[in-house]
C-alpha cells in the first residue's frame, strides 16, 4: 500500500444509517447539542460537569439527537479537556442519546490511544458513539507543545495519522507493515463513525474524499462556512461510509424570554472570547461584568462582530434564525451550542429551542 492510498483511504465497516440524524418535532432537520462543560465565574469545574451530565439526560428526553463535548486545553472556562473520559460518564447517565466527539485533536495523540479509548467507548455503549476528529490544538502553542511531546509537531501529516488510526480501529493493517500484528483493544463487533472536523477547506476536502461525514465550526468561523461545505460537496466521493454527502454546522445559539435578555447571556461568552484572544483566559464572566466591561472601540467591534455569528433571541426567533441558516447553508443537521454564563440559563436555552420545534410534547413556543 502506498503513502497515497494510505492517505486516501475511507474507514469501510460503518454505513450511513449510522451517522445520519433523527428529524423530530417540527425542526425541517435534525437537532444536536455540542457542549463545553462551561465554567463560569462562581462555579467549579465539578459543578459545571454535573451540569452536562444534567444537560445530556435531559438533551435526550427532549429529543435532540445527539449531544458531543469538545477537547480543549488551558481554558479555566471549559471542562471538557478530555472527551473520552466524560463521554464514559454521560453514557452511563443516558440511553439513547448519540454521544461523541467535537472533537477529538487527533495531532495531540497517538493513533493506538484513540482507537483504543473509543473502542472501549463503543464496548460501553454500543451504537451510540461518534469519533469527531480535528486537527487544530485546542489550545495555545505552548501547551500544544507540551501535550505533543514525543508525538509530530504540527498537523501536516494529519491524513496519515487519519489513516493509522482507521487501520487500528479496524484492525486491517496490510501485510508487512510494523504494525500488522498490533491490536487496539477492545474491539468488539461495530466501530465508531468517523466525522471530521473544521473550520476551513482542508478537513472539507479531506472528508469529501475519503466519504466521510463532515462538521464545520460556523460558530467561529462563519466566513468560510460556505465555502468549505461547497468544497466538501464537491470533493465527495462515495465510499462504503457515505453514497452522499452528509454535513453539519456547529451554531452558537442563544434562547431567552426575548431578544434583549437573549444578548445579554451572549455577551458572558463574547467577553470570555475577547479576553481568551488577549491571552487571558478565564471562567466564563458575568453577564454583569459582561455589561459593565470597559470596552475600547476595537474591543466593541470584535463584540459586535462576534455576536452577529450567534443565532439570538425569543424561542420562535432563534428557531427562525436557524432555518434561515438551514437553508443558506444547505446543510443536513444543525448543531447548536449555548456556552454563556449560567447552568441554568444554559440549559433553559436549550429547553426553549426543543420547546420551538415541538421536540419536547409541549406546544411550540413563540
Given at each position: 500500500?502506498?503513502?497515497?492510498?494510505?492517505?486516501?483511504?475511507?474507514?469501510?465497516?460503518?454505513?450511513?444509517?449510522?451517522?445520519?440524524?433523527?428529524?423530530?418535532?417540527?425542526?425541517?432537520?435534525?437537532?444536536?447539542?455540542?457542549?463545553?462543560a462551561s465554567v463560569g465565574v462562581g462555579y467549579?469545574?465539578?459543578?459545571?460537569?454535573?451540569?452536562?451530565?444534567?444537560?445530556?439526560?435531559?438533551?435526550?428526553?427532549?429529543?435532540?439527537?445527539?449531544?458531543?463535548?469538545?477537547?480543549?486545553?488551558?481554558?479555566?472556562?471549559?471542562?471538557?479537556?478530555?472527551p473520552a473520559v466524560l463521554l464514559a460518564h454521560l453514557g452511563?447517565?443516558?440511553?439513547?442519546?448519540r454521544l461523541g466527539s467535537g472533537g477529538v485533536m487527533l495531532p495531540n495523540h497517538a493513533p493506538l490511544a484513540i482507537a483504543e479509548q473509543f473502542g472501549l467507548l463503543e464496548a460501553l455503549h454500543p451504537g451510540r458513539i461518534d469519533l469527531g476528529l480535528g486537527r487544530a490544538p485546542g489550545t495555545d502553542p505552548a501547551t500544544a507543545r507540551a501535550l505533543r511531546r514525543g508525538l509530530a509537531e504540527g498537523a501536516d501529516d494529519f491524513p496519515q495519522q487519519l489513516a493509522e488510526l482507521t487501520h487500528f480501529l479496524d484492525g486491517d493493517f496490510p501485510d508487512g507493515h510494523s504494525f500488522a500484528r498490533l491490536t487496539a483493544v477492545p474491539k468488539g463487533d461495530g466501530r465508531p463513525p468517523i466525522w471530521l472536523l473544521g473550520s476551513s477547506g482542508f478537513s472539507a476536502q479531506l472528508a469529501g474524499r475519503l466519504?466521510?461525514?463532515?462538521?464545520?465550526?460556523?460558530?467561529?468561523?462563519?466566513?468560510?462556512?460556505?465555502?468549505?461545505?461547497?468544497?466538501?460537496?464537491?470533493?465527495?466521493?462515495?465510499?462504503a461510509v457515505l453514497d452522499e454527502p452528509y454535513a453539519l454546522i456547529g451554531v452558537s445559539a442563544v434562547a431567552a424570554d426575548d431578544e434583549a435578555s437573549?444578548?445579554?447571556?451572549?455577551?458572558?461568552?463574547?467577553?470570555?472570547?475577547?479576553?481568551?484572544?488577549?491571552?487571558?483566559?478565564?471562567?466564563?464572566?458575568?453577564p454583569e461584568e459582561a455589561e459593565s466591561y470597559p470596552y475600547?472601540?476595537?474591543?466593541?467591534?470584535?463584540?459586535?462582530?462576534?455576536?452577529?455569528?450567534?443565532?439570538?433571541?425569543?424561542?420562535?426567533?432563534?428557531?427562525?434564525?436557524?432555518?434561515?441558516?438551514?437553508k443558506r447553508t444547505g446543510v443536513d443537521e444543525l448543531m447548536v451550542t449555548s456556552h454563556i454564563h449560567g447552568h441554568e440559563a444554559r440549559h433553559r436555552s436549550y429547553e426553549l429551542i426543543a420547546r420551538a420545534y415541538g421536540l419536547t410534547g409541549q406546544p411550540a413556543a413563540t
Open positions: 500500500m502506498t503513502t497515497e492510498d494510505q492517505q486516501e483511504r475511507g474507514p469501510e465497516p460503518q454505513t450511513g444509517a449510522a451517522i445520519r440524524g433523527t428529524v423530530r418535532g417540527t425542526a425541517p432537520a435534525p437537532l444536536s447539542i455540542l457542549d463545553l467549579t469545574p465539578s459543578e459545571a460537569l454535573a451540569a452536562t451530565t444534567e444537560l445530556a439526560r435531559s438533551a435526550e428526553e427532549w429529543g435532540y439527537h445527539r449531544f458531543w463535548v469538545a477537547e480543549h486545553h488551558g481554558m479555566p472556562g471549559v471542562a471538557s479537556s478530555t452511563a447517565h443516558t440511553r439513547t442519546l466519504g466521510l461525514p463532515f462538521a464545520f465550526a460556523h460558530h467561529f468561523s462563519s466566513v468560510n462556512t460556505v465555502p468549505a461545505l461547497d468544497l466538501y460537496r464537491s470533493s465527495f466521493r462515495a465510499s437573549a444578548r445579554r447571556l451572549a455577551r458572558t461568552v463574547a467577553l470570555g472570547m475577547l479576553r481568551l484572544r488577549r491571552g487571558n483566559p478565564g471562567p466564563i464572566p458575568t475600547s472601540p476595537l474591543e466593541a467591534d470584535f463584540v459586535d462582530d462576534l455576536l452577529g455569528n450567534v443565532v439570538l433571541g425569543s424561542p420562535g426567533e432563534v428557531a427562525d434564525g436557524l432555518e434561515s441558516l438551514r
